[in-house]
């Protein structure tokens, strides 16, 4: 069938949307919208089917070794860049190996202390761990997550020394964080947010280059440190191969969510910042994080669990 009439009549059957993680996670519910949208647009059924382990890259591999015909996508984020260096060894080259769909949005974390700690403000910080090398333990979602990298790189350019703790998992390190075990945390946005307006823990800024509606009062990171910047982002991928077609008919389909007053509220309540655009500059973004957290793998020596 040529490739524009099989675009129009796809999809004829269920798509399935892979997520490398857990039910319950960032990623988990961010598929689930897009699937539930996507659903509603196209009359089939997109259903999210859950592939942990491997640190993203069971469910990653099995998207690119699936037949490249729309019917298997993957719910693509952050960590498929920071695996790219982090895995000396894969199976697969995920630039070459998935096909960017598109770009869906991409959320803050905030640099966050126990309250214990005697700094209100970034700066604060910065000069209290610089005055204790060695001393304060900066906790994250496990080796090689988004957040580790995140803080590393804050380690590397405010010129820092602190003792990285990795949990398996934000929540239990925010657990940690609260009763006073660590003191230091970056971690997106939606974990943390509640207990920093309970004032359970204490915010100081956030890591993207604009203010969060959700927390309009903290800075942003780069305005102590130029040039800092960290934030996941999520999106959907495809086998390398898909038709064009497809690929084009499901970016024109997610981009009309970012105008839909509804799904803008849903990612807005992610503390989301819609990422529209094309596959092409989705397949940038995938390019210049794989880049620039391979930077920082390679300056930190992070070594997988």
Known sequence: MPGIAWAQTYPLRPVRVIVATAAGATTDITARLIARWLSERLGQQFVVENRPGGGNNIGTEAVVRAPADGYTLLLVNSVNAINATLFEKLSYNFINDIAPVAGF??????????????????????????????????????????????????????????????????????????????????????????????????????????????????????????????????????????????????????????VDPKMTRQIAELGGTPLAGSPTDFGKLIADETEKWGKVIRAANVKPE
Request: proline share 10%; hydrophobic share 40%; no cysteine.
């Open 105 to 258: 949005f991409r959320v803050p974390m905030v640099l966050q202390v126990n309250p214990s700690v005697p700094a209100r403000t970034a700066p604060e910080f910065i000069a209290y761990a610089k005055a204790n090398p060695g001393k304060i333990n900066m906790a994250s979602a496990g080796i090689g997550s988004t957040p580790h990298v995140a803080g590393e790189l804050f380690k590397m350019m405010a010129g820092l020394n602190m003792l990285h703790v990795p949990y398996r998992g934000g929540a239990p390190a925010i657990t940690d964080l609260i009763g006073g075990q660590v003191q230091v945390m970056i971690e997106p946005i939606t974990g943390p947010l509640e207990h920093i307006r309970a004032g359970k823990l204490r915010g100081l800024a956030v890591t993207t280059t604009m203010r969060s509606e959700a927390l309009p009062d903290l800075p942003t990171l780069e305005t102590f440190v130029p040039g800092y910047e960290a934030s996941p982002w999520y999106g959907l991928g495809a086998p390398r191969n898909t038709p064009t077609e497809i690929i084009d008919r499901l970016n024109r389909e997610i981009n009309a969510a970012f």
